[in-house]
């Protein structure tokens, strides 16, 4: 069993920002892809980056620029640094984290992140 936990969400202004963190404990195995996705209120949830073991990086379109994923290894750790906050980042951030040798992917509770206009 994988648990993760976020932290770092929070109320900010418009051009505002944020890092949110992730921390997973539990993994007897090495841990795969990790991401971050959001969900806003009456949207589907959406992945907003994504980064691989071997730091490999994926940004849907609209975050490109602004924030940046990063992860340690060593700590089971997962970031994302969020600049230039805009209303419409406004959303609950989750982390999730993928084992290959469990073929599944572990979700965390989630961290609110508002963004005043």
């Known amino acids: 069993q994988v648990e993760l936990v976020e932290s770092g969400g929070g109320l900010v202004q418009a051009g505002g920002s944020l890092r949110l963190s992730c921390a997973a404990s539990g993994s007897r195995y090495s841990i795969n892809a990790m991401a971050w996705h959001r969900q806003a209120p009456g949207k589907q949830r959406e992945l907003v980056a994504r980064i691989t073991s071997g730091g490999s990086t994926y940004y849907t379109d609209s975050v490109k620029g602004r924030f940046t994923i990063s992860r340690d290894n060593a700590k089971n750790a997962l970031y994302l640094q969020m600049y230039s906050l805009k209303p419409e980042d406004t959303a609950i951030y989750y982390c999730?984290?993928?084992?290959?040798?469990?073929?599944?992917?572990?979700w965390g509770q989630g961290t609110q992140v508002t963004v005043s206009s």
């Open positions: 999730s984290a993928y084992l290959q040798s469990r073929s599944r992917d572990y």
